[in-house]
């Protein structure tokens, strides 16, 4: 194993373990705004348009650093795969 695909393996888990720290921040974050929004109230978050926004944006670094994550395994198992070589 190359130490480039040993790097990109690395970098992956930690960029894997960072997305599910945002993961658990994230939903906590929309707990507490649909509370604070909703007062509990299903129907009442669903009639407003800024429930779309609550629901998404506290987990869009989760998203990110997820989609990274992957990258990062892709190029390094594509290392893998030629044997450490570059074509």
Same mark, same amino acid.
């Given at each position: 194993?190359? &130490?480039?695909? +040993?790097?990109? $393996? ?6 894997? /373990?960072? =997305? ?7 939903? /906590?974050?929309?707990?507490?705004? #649909?509370?604070?929004?909703?007062? /509990? *109230? ?5 009639? *407003?348009? =800024? &429930?779309?926004?609550m629901v998404v ?18 190029? =390094? #198992?594509? $290392?893998? *795969? &030629? /044997?450490? +070589? *570059?074509?």
């Open positions: 194993m190359s &130490t480039e695909a +040993k790097m990109f $393996l690395i970098k992956s888990k930690i960029y894997r /373990g960072i =997305a599910f720290v945002f993961l658990i921040i994230g939903f /906590g974050v929309f707990l507490a705004l #649909y509370i604070q929004k909703s007062e /509990g *109230d299903i129907m009442q978050a669903l009639r *407003d348009p =800024a &429930t779309i926004i944006f506290p987990f869009l670094p989760a998203v990110v650093f997820s989609f990274m994550s992957g990258s990062l395994e892709k190029k =390094a #198992y594509a $290392l893998l *795969d &030629t /044997g450490g +070589k *570059d074509e």
